[in-house]
Structure formats: C-alpha cells, structure tokens
C-alpha cells in the first residue's frame, strides 16, 4: 500500500488540506493553497522538540507534587497542601468521588502522558515495527486527556476567587501550582509536537 508521502501527497498542519508536494527546490517555501499556511512534509524536528518539552515537563513534574499547590489560611492560621495531601483530606474526610477525580486527573494523568511519549518517542527513535496502529492510537489518547489534567488548577483558581474572607479564612496560591500547569502546558506541546505519521515512517524504512 502506498502512502500519502510516497505519493507526493502533504497535509497542512493547519486546516488539513491535502496539498501536492511541490518541487524539491521549493519544498522550503511550501504553502497551503487553501489557508497560506506553511507546509511540511512532516513536523519539522518532531522528536527533537518533543525531547525538549518531555524532559522539561519531567523536571517540573517533581516540585508540581512535592511544593504546595494552595495555602489554607483560617482564622490567622496557614497550612500549605500538595496536591497528595489534599488527595488524603478528601479520603479521610468522606469526599472520595471528589479525591478520585483530583488524584487521577492531576496525577495519573500527567504519569500517564509523560510515559506514553516517552515510549513514542523511544520506540519510534529506534525505527520500531511494534504495533504502528496501537502506537498511534496512544498518541491519540495523550492528545485527547492532555487538557483535563488543569482540573486541580481550575480548582485552585475558583477557590483562591471565592474565598475572600479576610482575617476569618482566605486561599493563597502557591509554587506547586505554577510547577503543575507548566507540566500540564509542556506535554500538551510535547504531543502536539510529535508527529505521528513517523511512527509509519520508521516501520516502513525498517521494512525496506
């Protein structure tokens, strides 16, 4: 079967037209003839910047778990939670639906992507013929979960709004939460900067 690239076909990045590719000369200048935008046979460094944005989220992972995420002051006196020991108030004080939700979405999540690209970008590193369609039907997931990982910081934020009550109680945003939403942030970048189609690409090669 032969595929899009072997046919002289691209995509455009931005509004998925399929384009014919141009000359080599010009492939540089590629456009879009339905948008203007720049074309490419495939990202360009895909897995050098998803590298980059991985191994920056795995260092901001560390601190996002270990540094409070919100200090509680109530009636002149502040304690600072992690988003773990928020996890525990919520199970030892009934609230578990609340605590699976904050625990999965802030947490797993987050492990979750960071292993999954880290496996792509491994797998597909080495030209690996391993299951190509599973492959990339885990890029789709970390795609499709990236965004619901700022739940614990959409919480953060509501709170730190309404609970404005001067010297009786008031929420404080802390270090960890900017440590969280960079982590969030960089590997919603580092999966919209793989390119998928290398997945097919490396298997092909290695089959020729």
């Known amino acids: 079967m032969s595929s899009a690239l072997a046919a002289a076909i691209w995509r455009c990045h931005d509004c998925s037209a399929l384009c014919r590719a141009p000359e080599a000369s010009h492939a540089h ?5 339905r948008c203007g935008g720049a074309v490419h046979a495939r990202k360009e460094r895909s897995l050098e910047r998803t590298w980059a944005f991985v191994i920056a989220a795995m260092v901001c992972y560390l601190p996002a778990n270990l540094l ?8 002149g006196k502040g304690e600072g939670d992690t988003i773990l020991s928020g996890v525990v108030y919520m199970l030892t004080n009934g609230m578990w639906p609340l ?17 999954i690209l880290l496996f792509l970008l ?4 080495r030209g690996s013929r391993w299951r190509p369609a599973e492959r990339t039907q885990l890029y789709r997931i970390t795609e ?11 919480v953060v934020t509501i709170l730190v709004a309404l609970v404005r009550l001067g010297a009786l109680a008031t929420i404080e945003a802390q270090p960890g939460a900017v440590f969280f939403g960079a982590v969030v942030v960089l590997t919603m970048l580092a999966a919209e900067s793989f390119d998928p189609r290398l997945i ?8 020729a």
């Open 29 to 33: 200048a590629a456009r879009c003839p």
């Open 68 to 75: 409070p995420i919100m200090k509680v002051t109530y009636l």
């Open 99 to 115: 605590a699976l939700v904050i625990f999965t979405a802030s947490v797993f999540v987050p492990m979750l992507k960071l292993a």
């Open 122 to 125: 491994i797998s597909t590193g």
């Open 144 to 154: 499709a979960i990236g965004r619901w990982s700022m739940v614990d910081i959409f």
């Open 200 to 207: 097919w690409d490396r298997s092909e090669e290695n089959r």
